[in-house]
């Protein structure tokens, strides 16, 4: 069975940095681009970062480039996004999600499966 | 980016109504439009990609159509399991989302 399981909620101060995790099973993973998703409480989702099987090609929304870093560490079958300069507008449901159709070029496809979500809090 | 505008953003129907909901984007696409469920306190679950392909296990009460930039996601006998928000995603650039409809029963 697919999986992917993330690690647990935190709260951060205004300015702060984290780096989230969530780790694969089920699948090849290196084989696998995957992305972060997130959601803000009682909003709607918005793509966050994209990162290729091999770790090579990333991709950010306008959002957060610069201040988050997508990574992966294929022989711990590891997704991780550093964040940084977090302000409460980052405050959200971030979800790792399988990229599991093949997009255009390398960009992302479609997302499947999901992780269970990690609740990020930003606040004093 | 390409902006997704889904309508209604929210709407009531009764069990066994055909729901439809659709998804209008900001220039032409392709057949590059998915489509997620997500019930409350959980991850989203893919239902449709691109635009008309059933995912995995997912019941044939749900269907998608549509191209360009016009798109249709349709619930042909509404059950209370569906009870959910349901959001289109473009796959032409980089992802957006629509903006989510909710179902609810009357």
């Known amino acids: 069975e697919v999986q992917l399981l993330q690690s647990g909620g935190v709260l951060v101060q205004p300015g702060g940095s984290l780096r989230l995790s969530c780790v694969a099973s089920g699948f090849t993973f290196s084989s696998s681009a995957m992305s972060w998703v997130r959601q803000a409480p009682g909003k709607g989702l918005e793509w966050v970062s994209a990162?290729?099987?091999?770790?090579?090609?990333?991709y950010y929304a306008d959002s957060v480039k610069g201040r988050f870093t997508i990574s992966r560490d294929n022989s711990k079958n590891m997704l991780y996004l550093q964040m940084s300069s977090l302000g409460a507008e980052d405050t959200a449901f971030y979800y790792c999600a399988k990229d599991a159709g093949p997009g255009i070029g390398a960009l992302p496809g479609w997302f499947d499966p999901w992780g269970q979500g990690t609740l990020v809090t930003v606040s004093a | 980016d390409i902006q997704l505008t889904q309508s209604p953003s929210s709407l009531s129907a009764s069990v066994g109504d055909r729901v439809t909901i659709t998804c209008q984007a900001s220039?032409?696409?392709?057949?590059?439009l998915n489509w997620y469920q997500q019930k409350p306190g959980k991850a989203p679950k893919l239902l449709i990609y691109?635009?008309?392909n059933l995912a995995t296990g997912v019941p044939s009460r749900f269907s998608g159509s549509g191209s360009g930039t016009k798109f249709t996601f349709t619930i042909s006998s509404l059950q209370p399991e569906d009870i959910a928000t349901y959001y289109c995603q473009q796959y032409e650039d980089l992802p957006t989302f629509g903006g989510g409809s909710k179902v609810e029963i009357k």
């Open positions: 990162i290729s099987g091999s770790g090579a090609t990333t």
């Open positions: 691109d635009a008309s």
């Open positions: 220039q032409g696409i392709s057949d590059y």
